[in-house]
Every structure is written in C-alpha cells, then in structure tokens.
C-alpha cells in the first residue's frame, strides 16, 4: 500500500512521506464508506459562496432570471431543446399550411381473416411453406384459429406479397 501512494504522488510530481499501514487502513477505509446523503429538512452544509450565490439567485425577478438563463446558454454553448420533442404541438389552424408531412407507416401486419373451407387443404400447406418453423399440425391449428395475425411487423412489400400468396388458396387477408 505504501508503494502504491508514493507512487501516486510521484506521478503527480509531488514526494511524500512513508505512509503507516494503520493510517493507510484508516484512509482506505474512509475512502471507500457510502457518502451519507443529508435530510430533506434543510440543513444541508454548504461554503459560504454556494450560500451567497444561491441567495443572489433567488432574488432575481422574472426579467432577470430569464436574461440569466440566456446568459448561461450562450456562455455554455447549451443548445435549446425543440418542444415538439417534449409536449405534443398544438393542432394547426385551417388557414395555415401544414408543412409537417404525413407519417409514413413502415411497419405492417397481415392478418387471416377467413378461408374457403374447399380449399382448406391448400391453405396449410401454403401456411406450412410460407412461415418459417411450422410444421403441418401447427399450420392446421393456425388455419383454423381464424382470424388471427399471420405475420406483424414487416414491410410493405413483403405483406403484400404474402396477401397475395394466401389470398391466390382461397384465403380473405386484410393488412393493416
């Protein structure tokens, strides 16, 4: 343990004097206690200069808070945060314009609605080939359970090839 604080310091440039394996217990153990957080009751210590400083603050009116608070932005390069990010913008009025495009839904859901009981048969196998890990029970299973969501989340494309696969073995699917 010696070593290790001599050679600390050494590195900082600074000597020190032989460290006593009981004061460097002392230390390490006092070094490594959880900080004790003070009650809500207000009697936090802090210096003098957080105390006067803490005062001025507080006694500022509203026109010099918000003058200090743009001080504090431009001297600590704080960028201002967008309140759309925030809260939800209020609705526009009919007169303006929208210049936000319409969100684009990239993520889709196939679902089987109901199947033509003639072409039962056909429709498992296409679950069995088209969906990856079903064996021929569980594709019946599926089919029966109708209506029930084939596949969520994915693309446009892939729905509607999918829709169109189903819907060639006599199935109703629906995309949403």
Do not use: H, W
């Not at 507080?58 to 808070?65: F, W």
């Not at 431009?74 to 303006?96: H, Y």
């Not at 429709?123 to 969906?131: A, F, P, Y």
């Amino acid at each position: 343990m010696k070593m290790l604080f001599n050679t600390a310091f050494r590195v900082l440039g600074r000597q020190m004097k032989p460290v006593s394996k009981s004061s460097a217990l002392r230390l390490y153990s006092a070094a490594t206690q959880p900080l004790t957080v003070p009650e809500a009751d207000g009697s936090l210590q802090v210096s003098a200069k957080l105390e006067k400083l803490y005062t001025e603050i507080t006694s500022l009116n509203m026109i010099e808070v918000a003058e200090f608070s743009e001080l504090l932005k431009v001297r600590l390069n704080i960028k201002d945060i967008p309140m759309g990010t925030m809260v939800s913008a209020p609705a526009a009025s009919q007169d303006e314009e929208e210049d936000v495009p319409a969100a684009v839904k990239t993520s889709f859901t196939i679902k089987l609605m109901k199947f033509d009981d003639k072409q039962k048969v056909a429709l498992i196998k296409e679950v069995k080939n088209l969906l990856e890990g079903m064996n021929l029970v569980q594709a019946k299973k599926f089919v029966e359970s109708a209506p029930t969501i084939i596949k969520s989340d994915i693309g446009k494309d892939e729905a509607e090839k999918l829709k169109e696969a189903f819907t060639k073995v006599g199935a109703e699917c629906v995309i949403d």
